[in-house]
């Protein structure tokens, strides 16, 4: 079992910043890749980044390319989210979750096994 608790959600102006963090509990979180999520109210759940259980491989969507950036700090069970120049189209509720056996790091939310229950982010034009 893994249990994920995003937090550092909240309301920012276009151009402002956050930083979200999803901490981990449970067994292996060094051996799971991470991914993060987000839905938008009627839409489905887009993918945002993903990270390796290293480290050493990042992906992201073209919408945050640039703008996002996910880490993880694997001594505090911990993975991030940076998130620069936001825009309102950003607004969504943010997911984080776990494969706790990834044969690679996916883009796709199939392969995750945990996911948290989210945060909310509001970005104000």
């Known amino acids: 079992q893994v249990q994920l608790v995003e937090s550092g959600g909240g309301l920012v102006q276009a151009g402002g910043s956050l930083r979200l963090s999803c901490a981990a509990s449970?067994?292996?979180?060094?051996?799971?890749?991470m991914g993060w999520f987000r839905q938008a109210p009627g839409k489905e759940r887009e993918f945002v980044a993903a990270?390796?259980?290293?480290?050493?491989?990042?992906h992201y969507s073209d919408s945050v390319k640039g703008r996002f950036t996910v880490s993880r700090d694997n001594a505090e069970n911990t993975v991030y989210l940076q998130m620069n120049s936001l825009k309102p189209e950003d607004t969504a509720v943010y997911l984080c979750?776990?494969?706790?056996?990834?044969?690679?790091?996916?883009?796709?939310?199939?392969?995750?096994?945990?996911w948290g229950q989210g945060t909310q982010v509001t970005v104000s034009s």
């Open positions: 979750a776990a494969d706790i056996s990834p044969f690679y790091v996916s883009i796709r939310a199939d392969p995750y096994d945990y």
């Open positions: 449970g067994r292996s979180f060094s051996k799971c890749a």
């Open positions: 990270i390796s259980s290293s480290g050493d491989i990042t």
